[in-house]
């Protein structure tokens, strides 16, 4: 069963118009929340975050946070057989009545799904991902989670293509983030992940991850870092909703500390889950 637009169906039974601006253009928002039994992890976060991209493309928000909690409990219901669920939720401006740049007050499209998701052990992870780099050649707005994921899915695309689990974006020397993930690093002790702002999708769990250093007593910087300092990082990690945290042992085919998983990834990565278990 999927929600679209007040009625859940099943998905085969689900259309959207060929005028809907998220179809033509891209004209849209999404967001993913991760559902651990019947737990939304880190559901204000979230939802604030949702809000934030309707402001940012001027799409008044169709229902109240209270509303999309409900209906999120609703949706995980129909899946119960699901131990673990991903919640994409996406709203577009609407359908118009012809193709057009511009656009009128529109009615706006609500799709919801639930896929079912597991997490990777703590021995999966111990085992190291690799990750590949490229040029970030995105627009200057990547902050707002915006459906027109063009570049994002042909950075993805290519990981995939080499058998990498992501690719590390750069940005004039700059580290900025991953195809679908945040990027962290880890030098003489201190943990280092690029600033919020124009350059990266600050991820929630990004934001927790550093809630965790606090909680560890460990120092986390939000400052920038070159590839250079990537590639002499005493750890690298990538964080998101369906990743947690995942360890980066190999980058462009060299290893990130001799290959070796870092003490402060598991210091990090058992405080997540306990949090996760708390909430």
């Known amino acids: 069963m999927v929600y679209?637009?007040?009625?859940?169906?099943?998905?085969?039974?689900?259309?959207?118009?060929?005028?809907?601006?998220?179809?033509?253009?891209?004209?849209?928002?999404?967001?993913?929340?991760?559902?651990?039994?019947?737990?939304i992890v880190g559901e204000e976060l979230h939802l604030r975050r949702?809000?934030?991209?309707?402001?940012t493309i001027n799409i008044i928000n169709p229902h109240s946070n209270e509303n999309w909690s409900q209906l999120i409990r609703d949706l995980i219901s129909y899946h119960q057989d699901y131990q673990?669920?991903?919640?994409?939720?996406?709203?577009?401006?609407?359908?118009?009545?012809?193709r057009k740049h511009t656009h009128s007050d529109l009615t706006p499209t609500v799709y919801m799904q639930s896929t079912p998701?597991?997490?990777?052990?703590?021995?999966?992870?111990?085992?190291?991902?690799?990750?590949?780099?490229?040029?970030?050649?995105?627009?200057?707005?990547?902050?707002?989670?915006?459906?027109?994921?063009?570049?994002?899915?042909?950075y993805a695309q290519e990981a995939n293509n080499h058998q990498a689990e992501e690719t590390i974006l750069c940005r004039n020397g700059v580290i900025t983030e991953c195809s679908s993930s945040n990027i962290f690093i880890v030098s003489n002790g201190c943990i280092y992940t690029h600033p919020e702002g124009s350059h990266i999708l600050s991820g929630v769990t990004r934001k927790i991850v550093l809630n965790c250093a606090n909680d560890?007593?460990?120092?986390?910087k939000e400052k920038t870092f070159t590839k250079q300092e990537l590639m002499q990082a005493d750890e690298a990690w990538?964080?998101?909703?369906?990743?947690?945290?995942?360890?980066?042992?190999?980058?462009?085919?060299?290893?990130?500390?001799?290959?070796?998983?870092?003490?402060?990834?598991?210091?990090?990565?058992?405080?997540?889950?306990?949090?996760?278990?708390?909430?």
Request: aromatic content about 8%; some cysteine.
């Open 4 to 39: 679209l637009n007040g009625n859940f169906i099943p998905k085969n039974k689900a259309c959207v118009s060929v005028m809907d601006r998220g179809f033509l253009f891209g004209d849209g928002v999404y967001e993913v929340f991760p559902i651990y039994g019947k737990i």
């Open 50 to 55: 949702l809000q934030e991209g309707l402001d």
């Open 84 to 98: 673990n669920q991903s919640v994409y939720l996406q709203i577009t401006r609407g359908c118009d009545n012809d």
């Open 117 to 154: 998701f597991v997490s990777k052990s703590k021995n999966d992870l111990l085992r190291g991902s690799s990750a590949i780099t490229r040029d970030d050649i995105r627009w200057n707005q990547c902050n707002t989670k915006s459906i027109s994921l063009l570049a994002n899915i042909m």
């Open 216 to 220: 560890c007593q460990i120092l986390a």
């Open 238 to 279: 990538i964080t998101s909703s369906t990743r947690e945290i995942m360890p980066i042992t190999s980058i462009d085919g060299i290893l990130i500390n001799g290959g070796k998983i870092g003490n402060i990834w598991t210091l990090i990565y058992d405080r997540y889950q306990e949090l996760k278990n708390i909430n």
